[in-house]
């Protein structure tokens, strides 16, 4: 199993990435945007962060600083296809934020690369962007924290993969009625559960190669009220949780695919470590094995 050791000081000194962006020095706090837009400076004290209403477009912030006053939206999607990579939001209600712009509009997607989301309300929220829609992707980032959920989506399609969720208040991660992919992540520390995931659609989704420990909740928590299948686990580590390393509950759904091999979970508070139950059916005993040695 590889988990990524990104810190909060690697996380930082990966953000001197180039850009083919567009350098745009009138970009100030409450700015939209619709082109390709490369910071040159940091915004500090933000009541209204930056909106991104472009198609297709990428804001670089090339190293610098989005600094709010404690509310609003660091950067507030509503364009499709939009990336936003190397630099740092802080200090708002929601440190990134993306949702349709109205009812009727076309679902925005988005790209965050090389990012680090600290010190807002929530860190970053992804709303109604579509489960059959192209995923959205998070990818080497730090989401570390933020007062409440570090990172929470619903009826989204998510990959989460080579990044950080640690140290927020509520659950690292919160998930209701999405698809979603994490690889290689440590989501570890946070106040709730590491991964708490409701009424989820798992057929291209699953966890592979995740490090869920030290949380105040279970690794992870499943619950799923309807019959779709269990999500694939595998490689996947949860030590030292206060409750359980994994805790998933359903209603009839396809146990089959479940147990990818290499799922460990030790020292966590309930000496049960791992638990499947489901109401509908009789789970196997195997369904979901688990190393829970010293």
């Not at 199993?1 to 930082?12: P, T």
């Not at 440190?95 to 988005?110: E, K, L, M």
């Not at 009826?155 to 009625?177: Q, Y």
């Amino acid at each position: 199993m590889r988990v990524l050791g990104l810190s909060l000081v690697a996380a930082v000194s990966a953000l001197a990435m180039g850009s083919a962006a567009v350098a745009a020095p009138t970009v100030g706090c409450g700015s939209v945007i619709t082109e390709n837009t490369r910071l040159t400076t940091n915004l500090k004290g933000c009541t209204d962060g930056l909106v991104l209403a472009g198609n297709g477009i990428t804001l670089d912030l090339a190293g610098h600083v989005i600094a709010g006053a404690g509310g609003s939206v660091g950067i507030n999607v509503t364009g499709q296809g939009v990336t936003v990579k190397n630099g740092v939001i802080t200090g708002f209600g929601t440190g990134i934020f993306a949702a349709p712009a109205t009812p009727t509009s076309p679902s925005p997607s988005v790209r965050l690369k090389t990012l680090l989301v600290l010190g807002n309300t929530v860190g970053v929220l992804l709303d109604r962007l579509g489960n059959d829609a192209a995923a959205s992707t998070i990818d080497t980032s730090a989401i570390l924290g933020n007062t409440t959920f570090g990172l929470a989506f619903d009826r989204t399609n998510l990959a989460l993969t080579n990044s950080i969720v640690r140290g927020n208040g509520s659950h690292g991660v919160n998930e209701l009625e999405a698809v979603a992919l994490f690889r290689n992540n440590d989501i570890s520390q946070n106040g709730g559960d590491g991964i708490f995931a409701s009424d989820v659609l798992t057929s291209t989704g699953g966890l592979f190669g995740n490090n869920l420990s030290g949380n105040g909740g279970n690794g992870y928590e499943y619950r799923q009220s309807h019959g779709d299948a269990y999500p694939r686990l595998a490689n996947n580590r949860a030590d030292r949780n206060t409750q359980l390393g994994f805790f998933l509950s359903g209603n009839g759904g396809s146990l089959s695919n479940l147990d990818g091999g290499g799922n460990s979970a030790r020292r966590n508070g309930d000496a049960r470590q791992c638990v499947v139950q489901d109401a509908a059916q009789t789970v196997p005993a195997d369904a979901l094995v688990c190393g829970t040695g010293p």
